[in-house]
């Protein structure tokens, strides 16, 4: 489950922050989980069974950052599956508006 820990609009257009936050969907999509993660605090989060760090995006999408900052971190190859996921949400907004209203 992915997380942005901001969402703002700019001249009515979405557009997404930079940082997302890496859970396990233990609910399996449940939405009340997703609104329990999104309002916890940093340090709750690490002490998340479910939480596994976060990606930061920089430099117009050439540079990336995983921080397992929890108790849990993933694997080289599931980072890159990460990104490579939101790197597609990212290129196509309507596609995160229909994840993040499900």
Not at 67 to 72: Q, Y
Request: with cysteine.
């Amino acid at each position: 489950m992915v997380i942005p820990d901001v969402q703002f609009h700019l001249d009515g257009t979405t557009s997404l922050t930079f940082i997302y936050s890496i859970y396990a969907d233990c609910a399996q999509g449940d939405p009340n989980q997703r609104l329990k993660k999104d309002v916890a605090s940093r340090s709750d989060k690490r002490h998340d069974p479910d939480y596994f760090g976060y990606v930061i995006f920089h430099k117009n999408d050439t540079l990336f950052t995983y921080v397992a900052d929890g108790e849990n971190h993933l694997r080289a190859t599931d980072v890159e599956e990460l990104i490579n996921m939101i790197s597609r949400v990212r290129n196509q907004p309507d596609v995160w508006e229909k994840f993040w209203n499900n």
